[in-house]
Nanobody, 115 residues
Framework: QVRLLESGGGLVQAGGSLRLSCQAS????????MAWYRQAPGNQRDLVAL???????NYADSVKGRFTISRDNAKNSVYLQMNSLKPEDTGVYYC?????????WGQGTQVTVSS
């Protein structure tokens, strides 16, 4: 069973930076893609950034130029560097890892950006 452990959330002032980490364990096959989603109170869970097995990336328009997703294949880990944070970036951030045989979500980590 794939398990994801997230870390790095917290409280930061607008304009600040945070780096989220997600490490996967129990991986039995190659990873198709890894991604970060965000869910603000009362909203649906939306894609923030995705990185494929070929290292191609995709970002939500609202975070382009501010967030960077990266991965470490040796550690089965994915990261999200968040710069120039805005209050609207506040929410619970979830890591997602998709392999040939599994589709796993992390428990979520809270990010709060104060104005």
């Amino acid at each position: 069973q794939v398990r994801l452990l997230e870390s790095g959330g917290g409280l930061v002032q607008a304009g600040g930076s945070l780096r989220l980490s997600c490490q996967a364990s129990g991986i039995k096959s190659s990873i198709n893609f890894m991604a970060w989603y965000r869910q603000a109170p009362g909203n649906q869970r939306d894609l923030v950034a995705l990185i494929s097995s070929s290292d191609s990336t995709n970002y939500a328009d609202s975070v382009k130029g501010r967030f960077t997703i990266s991965r470490d294949n040796a550690k089965n880990s994915v990261y999200l560097q968040m710069n120039s944070l805005k209050p609207e970036d506040t929410g619970v951030y979830y890591c997602k890892v998709v392999t040939r045989y599994s589709n796993a979500w992390g428990q979520g980590t809270q990010v709060t950006v104060s104005s």
